[in-house]
């Protein structure tokens, strides 16, 4: 048995790179009719524009399925977060998420089609990694979307979801990955000993998106290799080593 979502359409904003274009990727495999909104597409949608994401959804069909996923970070110690850098890390991290998911739930109850929406948060919901503030409050945030849209969509049918990346490799993360220093001690403390794939996040998004998760709303999944799980991580010098990019028991 494998998840069939042929008949379906579905929107994915962000979905020109990393996480967004693994999940278009991946809802198109499974059957799916696929439309991205981003900034770099071959018509560009603006979803921090209200007028544009309006214009994209009238030139769409009715989706059945949702992945709002378009965001950034901009890495920021407190005193540096300037009003500038927290009204666009909420303009695209939150407001975009709420108008986007308004816009879709309004269309998808007029046309009386039950659906799921996927929101990508982050272990960053959760937890106060540093230089990070406006985007883990936007993250934070995310969830507040989650409960109350799952809430208030059920009774048409619609299911609300979110997906909790842990550090996954794109773009966004380019730096990270790049300087062994970094990722050496970061997945030191993650069970699955390395950072994550896109298509690993995408997966996850895809299974509540479908009809696998048919009872399955208001509620995140963390895909994170066991981050969250525990305080300070099982790779020890001792008895491991860092080789190719991941903890590895000798
Ligand atoms: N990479 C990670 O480690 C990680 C971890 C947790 C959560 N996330 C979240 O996953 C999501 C995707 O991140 P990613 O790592 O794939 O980043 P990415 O930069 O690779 O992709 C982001 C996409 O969003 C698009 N975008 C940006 N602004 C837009 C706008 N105003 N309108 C339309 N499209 C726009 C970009 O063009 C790009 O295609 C984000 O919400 C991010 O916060 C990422």
Known sequence: MQIDLSGRHAIVTGGSHGIGLAMAQTLAACGAHVTVFDLDAPTPVDVTNRASLDDAFNRSPVPDIVMINAGTAYLRPIPDTTRDIWDKTLALNLTAVF????????????????????????????DGEENLIAYNATKAGVLGLVHTAANELGPYGIRV??????????????????????????FRAIPMGRGGQPEEVAKAAVFLSSDWASYITGTTLLVDGGQMACKFGPWRDAEAEFRNSRWQRR
């Not at 108008?99 to 998808?108: D, F, G, P, V």
């Not at 730096?175 to 050496?184: C, R």
């Open 99 to 126: 108008e986007t998911l308004q816009a879709a739930s309004n269309r998808m109850r007029a046309a009386g089609r039950p659906g799921a929406i996927v929101l990508t948060a982050s272990t960053n919901s959760y």
């Open 161 to 186: 979801n979110a997906i909790n990346p842990g550090l996954i490799q794109t773009r966004l993360t380019a730096d990270s990955f790049n300087n062994e220093t970094v990722i050496k001690e970061y």
